[in-house]
């Protein structure tokens, strides 16, 4: 099977939605490569495991430019010297700005752990929480110049007992993630080739 489904992933923390995405591909439910891992953290845990897995990866601190822009394009530089198709946010913790969004316009993912437009942002679990909500859950957002207020792909809901502990609802959403987040993208690469 020819790979043409070029992906970059951008990450700040674990890499649990990073696991997620290569064993989809190793199970042969996503064709997709990932030609790239971004971080934006130097001791983010998802490094190991794009190098374990022999992701080229770069590791960038957005402090060390003189702003936005210039970061981001050396993001965008790294992308095209791989020739990467789609970007996926997969806990990344920084809003994408124009240089990115026009270079890659309608094909930057993102995954959030909410009902979108519920809880948007940080801490999204807390923030159910704290309203004692009995539903929340999981959704997979093109990514625009806002904070998780890009068009919705697809959502899952799932329920939170008042037994529920954070890390038990947390647990309970990377459930979610792991499949929907994977399914979602080989959709839209499969859209993408009917086209």
């Known amino acids: 099977m020819v790979m043409s489904n070029k992906i970059a992933i951008f990450a700040s923390g674990t890499g649990t939605n990073f696991d997620a995405i290569m064993d989809a591909i190793d199970e042969g439910t996503l064709d997709a490569e990932v030609s790239l891992l971004v971080t934006d953290k130097i001791n983010a845990g998802v490094i190991e495991k794009a190098q374990n897995r022999d992701v080229d990866t770069v590791v960038y601190n957005p402090k060390s430019f003189t702003d936005k822009a210039a970061y ?4 965008l530089a790294d992308c095209r010297a791989r020739d990467v198709e789609w970007i996926i946010l997969a806990g990344y913790m920084r809003l994408i700005g124009p240089t990115l969004l026009e270079a890659y316009s309608k094909r930057i993912v993102n995954i959030h752990p909410s009902l979108l437009p519920a809880f948007p942002g940080k801490d999204a679990i807390g923030q159910a929480l704290d309203k004692k909500v009995k539903v929340t859950g999981v959704t997979v957002h093109f990514v625009d110049d806002g904070m998780d207020t890009g068009p919705i792909i697809a959502q899952e809901a799932l329920s939170i007992t008042e037994e529920d502990t954070k ?3 947390r647990r309970k959403i990377q ?5 929907l987040y994977p399914r979602v993208i080989q959709s839209l690469l499969t859209k993408e080739e009917a086209k």
Do not use: I, M
Not at 72 to 75: I, K, N, P
């Open 167 to 169: 890390d038990e609802v």
């Open 72 to 75: 981001e394009s050396a993001l």
């Open 175 to 179: 459930a979610v993630e792991h499949k």
